[in-house]
T-cell receptor, first 116, second 112 residues
Framework: DARVTQTPRHKVTEMGQEVTMRCQPI?????VFWYRQTMMQGLELLAY????????DSGMPKDRFSAEMPDATLATLKIQPSEPRDSAVYFC??????????????FGEGSRLTVL | GESVGLHLPTLSVQEGDNSIINCAYS??????FIWYKQESGKGPQFIID?????DKRQGQRVTVLLNKTVKHLSLQIAATQPGDSAVYFC???????????FGQGTRLTINP
């Protein structure tokens, strides 16, 4: 059963610490998205990749956030240094580029981050 | 600009009744819309999609209606069940942008 895998599922850290979240997209998918979900902001798009190349990261605070795809099976989202306002659930999603497939995105279970 | 919003943040219906969740979008260049369902503690899950060249699409117990004239999208769920309780998001893909933008979400509660 193909699915998007995210680690860690939960992370509690102290302000100033580095946080790295990882995502394994579904094999064969060529787009990967990072979303952040909070009660106040809903689902915010942070960054997305197509064929491992970053297409848009305008939703991401550049001074502390970075997103990469070292290879087709791994996407990472790093926060350094972390701040309490970064506390949220971070979702990774993968799919086929619109026009190629249905455009449906498959979401992981999310990484719940708490920054104290 | 890009904006996808929802008319109501919460909706309660009786089990067995039909429910309608509404969504307004502002970008006339959007050409593809998706409804997602998110249960507590889980990621959003695809329900149904519709392209801008259609005005209606039906799935199993769900129907999506698109009114491009007023930029309105709705999700109809027939004969609601307890398992339908979740937050429902509409999302749009803007032509050429290739990114999925989500609305705020509506929490649907099914009363026994």
């Amino acid at each position: 059963d193909a699915r998007v895998t995210q680690t860690p599922r939960h992370k509690v850290t102290e302000m100033g610490q580095e946080v790295t979240m990882r995502c394994q997209p579904i094999l064969g998918h060529n787009t990967v998205f990072w979303y952040r979900q909070t009660m106040m902001q809903g689902l915010e798009l942070l960054a997305y990749f197509r064929n491992r190349a970053p297409l848009d990261d305008s939703g991401m605070p550049k001074d502390r956030f970075s997103a990469e795809m070292p290879d087709a099976t791994l996407a990472t989202l790093k926060i350094q240094p972390s701040e309490p306002r970064d506390s949220a659930v971070y979702f990774c999603a993968s799919g086929l580029a619109p026009g190629v497939g249905t455009g449906e995105l498959f979401f992981g279970e999310g990484s719940r981050l708490t920054v104290l | 600009g890009e904006s996808v919003g929802l008319h109501l943040p919460t909706l309660s219906v009786q089990e067995g009744d039909n429910s309608i969740i509404n969504c307004a979008y502002s970008n006339s260049a959007s050409d593809y819309f998706i409804w997602y369902k998110q249960e507590s503690g889980k990621g959003p899950q695809f329900i149904i999609d519709i392209r801008s060249n259609m005005d209606k699409r039906q799935g199993q117990r769900v129907t999506v209606l698109l009114n491009k004239t007023v930029k309105h999208l709705s999700l109809q769920i027939a004969a609601t069940q307890p398992g339908d309780s979740a937050v429902y998001f509409c999302a749009e893909i803007i032509q050429g942008a290739q990114k999925l933008v989500f609305g705020q979400g509506t929490r649907l509660t099914i009363n026994p």
